[in-house]
């Protein structure tokens, strides 16, 4: 039983430090695609993942569609606040790949408007928030897969 974390151009360090190691305890694997808003040597990146990054399964690929050319026919489930179907309703299944965008703007447009059956959010029950933390996001969708996958 495992799921693959995607990380579309990821921004913040932090969040892709924290996100690894979520990947490490749960099983994971992390798939990080450029540009990053950061070096991949960045000491917050490496903090944030303490001494578990060695340990991590991670891919990286040059570009989004570098990434859809290598990993075609799989399973996707896509985030983002402008999904209409909860992370609840994800038919999960071994091998998914969990798709998120970056932290500033989210998935590309395009994915959001061609991606609509697989497009999910979380709920948010405040109207003061527009979105979660990604890393937070991301151990969300991760532990409530498993969950399903049990």
């Known amino acids: 039983m495992a799921l693959n974390i995607v990380l579309f151009e990821p921004e913040i360090p932090n969040n892709t430090g924290?996100?690894?190691r979520l990947a490490l305890a749960s099983g994971s694997k992390l798939h990080l695609v450029k540009?990053?808003?950061f070096e991949i040597s960045d000491s917050r990146l490496k903090r944030a993942g303490l001494d578990y990054w060695?340990?991590?399964?991670v891919m990286i690929y040059e570009s989004i569609e570098a990434f859809f050319?290598?990993?075609?026919?799989?399973?996707?489930a896509f985030f983002s606040s402008h999904g209409t179907q909860s992370h609840w309703d994800i038919p999960f299944k071994d091998d998914m790949?969990?798709?998120?965008?970056k932290e500033s703007a989210g998935l590309p447009k395009s994915i959001v408007e061609n991606?609509?059956?697989?497009?999910?959010?979380?709920?948010l029950y405040s109207k003061h928030i527009r979105s979660l933390n990604l890393a937070n996001a991301v151990s969300i969708v991760i532990y409530e897969g498993l969950?399903?996958?049990?």
């Open 35 to 37: 540009p990053f808003g």
């Open 18 to 20: 924290n996100i690894g």
């Open 54 to 57: 060695q340990h991590l399964d």
């Open 147 to 150: 969950r399903q996958l049990q």
């Open 115 to 123: 991606q609509t059956e697989q497009l999910y959010k979380i709920p």
């Open 97 to 101: 790949f969990l798709i998120f965008g």
């Open 69 to 76: 050319s290598i990993n075609t026919n799989k399973h996707f």
